[in-house]
């Protein structure tokens, strides 16, 4: 007789783990975060990532920019020269690319199928061009959400207080800002628009709009 709540346990794990496989495995689906330059997209995806460490994993994208200091091939960034970049894009070794800020950006569709392959969703950190293309890749499930600032003003102020750019850089990144306000802000074009005022409120919101897209996500975190 004792044996029987054991068995029927262990049926009962197992069952759960086909439907939570299945389930994972039917909705392979994304999300995709875009935002301008300087505007919290990093912290809060890593802020996210660290709340559902088992179901949740940045797709890390490749780019011909130079690494800041700290930043880590294949953490960061997959660090590749222009040429590299070049040849992946012939290889169509891209789900989407894109020319920003005068550097080569670029998401693999290795990276995303190595997490979606796993049971886990993608992030994907893309500038409005790269929304727009995978909008256009045919049977790509995802959400999108838009990462705004308070003001421009308080942008300018957050992308100068990183003092990661020079004059230069930081001029072309706030003329981009602009456009990509304007995208972001525009009725449809996202799923989502949340203002990032303060990093804490804007994690909690994301998580509540995840785990409302994507339920799994909050179940069974190890
Ligand atoms: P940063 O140089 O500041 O790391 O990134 C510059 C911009 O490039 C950010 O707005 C970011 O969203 C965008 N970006 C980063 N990775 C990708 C990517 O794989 N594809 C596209 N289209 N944009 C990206």
């Known amino acids: 007789m004792k044996t029987k709540p054991v068995l029927f346990g262990s049926k009962f794990s197992f069952i759960f783990s086909c439907l939570f496989f299945l389930l994972t495995q039917m909705s392979r689906a994304s999300l995709i975060i875009c935002g301008p330059s300087g505007v919290g997209k990093s912290s809060i995806i890593s802020a996210i990532c660290g ?6 994993a ?30 992946d894009i012939e290889k169509k070794a ?5 020319h920003v800020h005068n550097n080569i950006y670029g998401t693999s569709r290795s990276s995303v199928d190595t997490i979606l392959d796993k049971g886990m969703l993608p992030i994907l950190d893309v500038d409005r061009n790269g929304v727009q293309s995978i909008k256009a890749v045919p049977g790509f499930e995802a959400k999108y959400v838009f990462i705004a600032p308070p003001s421009f003003d308080v942008l300018h102020k957050r992308l100068s207080a990183r003092a990661t750019e020079n004059d230069e850089d930081m001029h072309v990144r706030l003329n981009n800002a602009k456009s990509e306000l304007d995208y972001g802000t525009t009725k449809g074009n996202f799923d989502r628009v949340i203002v990032n005022a303060d990093l804490d409120e804007s994690v909690d919101q994301l998580t509540e709009t995840m785990i409302d897209w994507f339920p799994w996500i909050s179940q069974g975190q190890t």
């Open 94 to 98: 891209f789900l989407e690319y894109a």
């Open 58 to 87: 940045l797709s890390v994208s490749h780019t011909s920019r130079q690494p800041r200091p700290g930043e880590k091939h294949g953490v960061d960034y997959f660090f590749m020269t222009p040429d590299a970049m070049l040849r």
């Open 51 to 56: 709340r559902f460490p088992s179901r949740v």
